[in-house]
């Protein structure tokens, strides 16, 4: 059938041996792809996070309760926040370091405000594989580098949260936060 | 009448509907009469085996679902209201979790079985490959089940596996977000695992079913790995091999009573006793036994885009089995070098399930690397290079002549004239 309808081009234009038949056909498959996407992204979509999730959007801490030398957790959209008040010694030792000598090379002034250099907010997630590291407590063990350390697959966090030894690839994400006063910050 | 099948039938009953609907003969043809190498050992049950337990998980899952609640407030609690007050809740639950690991038992020793007779080569290279895809599916149904009692390893268990897609490059935070519904593991995810867990047993049953299809199309493999020649090769399925798989059927169900009856606690670990934490981690995270050997292999890298993709390579090497092994003969009877090779496989992927089940410190790392090269030479260069190399053992004329004292009778024609058979 389709040979009868190749008769020198009697069926309109395109390359030697189309037909009127192949474009029909490309026509109505690209329509049907169209259609089956158009009907599978709500599907898809309707697995993101919905508006009531993401409207659980900022928490504010106040920073006084904070002993030198210690952090807390607190929880902003599912996810735990460190929150912790750095040592003079531990804030040297975070802005001493060699950058070549990171992973991730992040300077400690662009993880923490500035004129706040004691507080470090960080999100509390292993870049590894999603394990909530130790080492807010004093007593928790912090790693060889006095920051944080992952009981999962033994990452190590420095003071400023930046990852000094694997399997994570990154330092520990910052989220969004501003200083409200001195003693209180908004995250989110 | 025209379209109307002939049914042979004798009851009126079952021959009207035969007659329009041949499933009766059609389940005589493929389990009845089916012609059987007649030389099976009880490696060849375990197929049998795995169709039992599937059945025994979708049923007592059933069940189950009907007090379970899929809500991260209420899901811990749902579960232990169904082992303290539902009635025989304890006894179904428990019949459940570790049929998961008698499901897998019994699937590594019939893929296992695969590789040791080369049911994997031509004609079978299809069914094995719809094998490989039953057992990804076991795993990813069994992972999610493993989060429902929502507990504190349910709870990590489910974060670092989800977060193993956060590797993929550019789109990976965006797809683990896709797949928490949220912005950690939470309700959201405990819902759509539960409607997942349901849902995966019933596409399983469907990919057995082409399984099993492909299997009465090539015919079965059997322990010489040489084809059946003719009838005297073989035997009909029933009675003989469901009687040799019942027998299968009662052993398995003795271990399985074992387990549930008199340590239904062997293979749970103790930190999914106390409900998820989403603000601590467990002081060690370790998968369920099965999924230890994959695991180490994650863990051997110290990249973690490379852990990934070598752990997602050590199921991808089985798809591509048939290609690797270039050897013509089938069964590792006449393989005595290849036959070393695979013993070692077992045991690397025996120490990785051990290495997967400690810290990654001192030995156990080394240990793992080993292991984990291991795995992969053997399916990436030794299968290829054996295969030329290897000098096999002479395969014999027929499964009847190596079977059954004297031959059991000359064999017709032509085939009695070849030496040994090559595929
Ligand atoms: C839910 C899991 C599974 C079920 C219910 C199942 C079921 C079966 C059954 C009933 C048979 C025929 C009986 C026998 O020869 O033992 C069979 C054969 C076979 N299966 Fe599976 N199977 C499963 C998983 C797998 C997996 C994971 C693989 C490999 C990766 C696999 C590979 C094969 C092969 C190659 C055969 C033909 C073997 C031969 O005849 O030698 N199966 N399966
Ligand atoms: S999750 Fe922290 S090291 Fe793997």
Redesign the pocket.
Known sequence: MADTMTVNGAHGAGGPGATKRDFLKLVASAGAVIGVGAIAWPLIDSMNPSADVLALSSVEVDLTPIAEGSGITVLWRGKPIFVRHRTAKEIKEAEDVKLSALIEPQADSARVKAGHAQWIVVIGICTHLGCIPLGNKPTDPRGDYGGWFCPCHGSQYDTSGRVRHGPAPLNLNLPDYAFESNTKIKIG | MVGLHKSEFANPVINWIDTRLPIFTMMQKEYGVFPTPKNFNYF?????L??VN?VIMIVTGIVLAMNYKPDAALAFDSVQRIMRDVNFGWMIRYVHANGASM?FIV?YI??F??LY?G??KMP?EL??MI??V??LL?MATAFMGYVLPWGQMSYWGATVITNLFSAIPVVGNSIVTWLWGGFAVGDATLNRFFSLHYLLPFV?VGV?FL??AA?HITG???PLGIEVKGPQDTLPFHPYYTVKDSVGICVFLLVFAVLVFFVPNFFSSPDNFIPANPLATPAEIVPEWYFLPFYAILRSVPNKLGGVMMMFGSIAV?FVLPWLDTSKVRSCKFRPVYRQFLFLLVIAVITLGTVGAHRPEGIWVYLGRVATLYYFLHFLVILPVLGKLERTLPLPESISRKVLPGGGGPLPGGAAAKPMEKM
């Open positions: 060849w049950n375990f197929g049998a795995a169709m599937l499901f699937t019939h893929l079985r695969g007779y049911s994997y079978r069914l094995w094998g490989v039953i057992l076991m399983l057995v399984h099993v299997l079965s493999n059997n089985l």
